[in-house]
């Protein structure tokens, strides 16, 4: 008998340990990431065709205390691998883990690679050949902290690779891991089986293969202990021919029977594809079908729903997750009463959303991603209960009952106003710390940054409560819901660029057409809550010259263009904005020489300009200390040196209208007045109804020359 590592994924150790004890091995010892046991080459060959969790087999050669490399290389050398394979063989080591003095996994199997060839050397042998791209033998090194375990691979390619999937969905689940959740999700052999969601068709495959009691890598082509110096070639051909009659007779002789459902026709047919090659199509059936409507098929009965739905990366997935992972709880209570339902997903959050409650959880990795797989007994209900249930039970009952009052308010005075984007919340509660918006059929959802002391899962299942509940109030559709999380920022930074997805769309203010952007950046290119201070703009502008700086899109320009200014002049320090403003204006058909715009620090563009202008808007930010500036601005500090400059442009008669949203912004009259300026506070006057809880969401003056 051999020593020999069985190893796997952590989490699936005592999983594999009762596997192995089925397959007739003895004194197992499951170990981190592993199990430990002895084996005849029967008994190894066996195992390694029939294992279903393992992704591979070491037979153990040498354990050891490993300190530094010189260790290292006597252990490896003690070994005598004449003795396991012969020269003409190509090998290749895999060397995993580092300590103290061996930092590089690669510096590591080149020392037993060294050790390997002098071996063959010292006897006067020819060397073997490293080959990395197809290697009959994988010499096989695992370290941690200063243990060692060094053996050969018996296998080759990881199990998982069966044979029969060729190709795989968008996140195709490891074949050793889909046998893993099948083994927890309360399934057993004769039951029925579907996946309304199965991708590339592995959870049902492998289910299939063991409801047919056949072994999962009977499809395999090649393995490394067929080079190895011990291999029994009869032995292993009477194995592997008993395991393939097994295997034909299993598919006609179960009754269980799957179904598998997925909304993409090109994946579904490569499920198809991987069900013929494992041998098992005829026990599965596919269609395409949609989760969130699935049906119970004829012949299914009470068996098992079992899936790996989509979990998304990015937070701006999550709306239209949160309303699949609901619906498809709902359609599991209408169609499957009495039936058992096992889902695997990374987010706790999402499982919440289908509204049941688990019998069982287990928690293991798919890849290094932490997931849950959930089981659930289903209680039946009817679509009539459930809407009950549903009114009874509303999510984020405080929250949602605030959203419904502000939006019944606000959307009809938006209407009123012609106004096509308005917020409709502002974190009006503590607990529920965000911003909504309305721009025409999409809802931007701005997640203000948590404090500290509130715990991440707590914050994630606020927001998820916050999504369904507005998806409800509002009757948005999901794929037209944009969630960001806002945190407070310095200067430019807010207009940072997020992402690249470019949806961008025409909004109507009070008449004026503008451009949004709801995805690229933090801001959308318009801010709401300067609605009527742009509107104001536009009804002073007329027949005047207009300056707008710190000018952003170039949203004010437009109002001054349409209300008739005689020119105007856009300053902003980012190209991309100014291209924007561009956009903006050419939507409104405000083209021609009398329209300027300037790419410039506005600051230094201040400080040499000569222009005379009757109305000027500047909305400058609260502190900017940008690479692109030559000095630090702070609104406070600095607004009077600000006004000082604008003064040397602004004709007698003319008009600054000053805004910041700097929240406790007090102006400094008293150096205003010493240089000829008086300033009239009308923040009260631009607040819309939309803003009208936040009173200090900006303030706004009026400043003129002293009579």
Not at 26 to 46: C, H, L, M, S, W
Not at 124 to 146: F, G
Not at 323 to 334: C, H, R, V
Not at 469 to 475: E, K, R
């Amino acid at each position: 008998m051999n020593q020999y590592l069985a190893v796997t994924s952590n989490g699936l150790e005592n999983l594999l340990a009762r596997e192995l004890e089925q397959l007739g091995i003895e004194n197992v010892n499951p170990v981190q990431a592993g199990v430990k046991f002895k084996a005849t080459n029967e008994q190894i060959y066996r195992v390694c065709l029939w294992s279903r969790y393992a992704s591979r087999f070491v037979k153990v050669l040498a354990e050891f205390t490993c300190q530094d490399d010189m260790d290292l290389y006597l252990s490896a050398s003690a070994v005598n691998w004449v003795n396991h394979f012969h020269s003409s063989k190509k090998f290749i080591v895999d060397f995993n883990g580092t300590n103290q003095e061996i930092r590089n996994s690669q510096y590591g199997a080149m020392k037993v690679k060294d050790a390997v060839v002098d071996c063959f050397n010292k006897r006067s042998l020819p060397r073997p050949n490293i080959s990395k791209e197809s290697p009959d033998i994988r010499v096989h090194v695992r370290l941690h902290k200063d243990k060692a375990i060094l053996g050969l691979d018996m296998v080759g390619s990881g199990l998982h690779q069966r044979g029969y999937r060729t190709e795989a969905g968008r996140a195709p689940l490891r074949e050793t891991l889909a046998s893993a959740i099948v083994a927890r999700s309360g399934w057993t052999q004769g039951d029925n089986m579907l996946d309304p969601m199965c991708g590339s068709g592995t959870l049902l495959i492998e289910a299939a293969m063991l409801a047919a009691n056949m072994a999962p890598s009977v499809k395999r082509k090649s393995w490394c202990f067929e080079s190895h110096e011990d291999f029994e070639p009869e032995l292993w051909a009477e194995i592997k021919s008993e395991a393939s009659v097994q295997g034909r007779r299993g598919v006609k002789k179960t009754d269980s029977r799957f179904w598998g459902f997925d909304n993409d026709p090109r994946v579904l047919q490569t499920a198809k594809d991987n069900a013929r090659r494992a041998g098992v199509d005829s026990l599965i059936t596919f269609e395409l079908g949609d989760a969130s409507k699935l049906t119970k098929p004829e012949g299914f009965g009470e068996g098992v729903v079992i899936c790996n739905p989509p979990y998304g990366e990015r937070l701006g997935t999550e709306p239209g997750l949160i309303a699949l992972y609901t619906e498809f709880g709902n359609q599991l209570k209408i169609e499957f009463g009495g039936s058992k339902a096992s889902i695997f997903s990374s987010s706790d959050d999402l499982l919440s959303c289908l509204r049941m409650r688990a019998d069982k959880q287990f928690k293991l990795n798919n890849g290094a991603l932490p997931c849950h797989q959930k089981n659930y007994s289903i209680s039946g209900r009817s679509a009539e209960q459930l809407a009950e249930k549903r009114t009874d039970q509303v999510v984020a009952p405080d929250f949602t009952n605030r959203l419904k009052k502000n939006l019944a308010k606000i959307a009809k005075w938006a209407k009123r106003e012609e106004l096509d984007c308005y917020r409709i919340y502002d974190a009006d509660l503590p607990e529920y710390n965000v911003a909504i918006d309305v721009y025409q059929d999409h809802l931007v959802i701005q997640e203000y940054a948590a404090p500290k002391d509130i715990p991440e899962e707590k914050t994630k299942r606020r927001l998820t409560d916050i999504i369904r509940a507005s998806i409800n109030v509002t009757g948005i559709e999901t794929n037209n819901v944009v969630i960001k999380v806002r945190e407070k920022k310095k200067g430019s930074s807010q207009y940072n660029k997020l992402a690249a997805k470019s949806d961008r769309m025409e909004v109507n203010e009070y008449g004026v057409k503008l451009i949004v952007n709801l995805h690229d950046y933090l801001d959308t290119g318009l801010f709401l809550d300067h609605k009527i201070t742009r509107r104001k703009l536009g009804q002073m502008a007329a027949g005047k010259d207009f300056l707008n700086l710190f000018a952003y899109t170039g949203s004010a320009s437009v109002h001054a263009a349409v209300g008739g200014a005689k020119s105007t002049t856009t300053v902003d320090m980012s190209n991309t904005y100014l291209e924007w403003a561009k956009e903006n204006m050419q939507l409104n058909k405000q083209v021609g020489n009398q329209h300027q715009f300037i790419q410039a620090d506005c600051l230094q563009w201040l400080e040499n300009a000569n222009s005379d202008y009757d109305l000027i808007f500047i909305d400058p930010p609260t502190f900017s200390n940008s690479k692109r500036m030559a000095q630090s601005f702070d609104v406070q500090r600095d607004h009077v040196m600000l006004m000082e400059n604008l003064k040397r442009l602004l004709r007698t008669d003319g008009t600054i209208v000053f805004s910041n949203n700097k929240r406790l912004f007090k102006m400094d009259h008293d150096a205003l007045a010493e240089i000829g300026l008086e300033a009239k506070n009308i923040s009260d006057k631009t607040l819309p109804l939309d803003f009208s809880r936040n009173k200090h969401i900006h303030n706004c003056w009026l400043i003129t020359h002293q009579n």
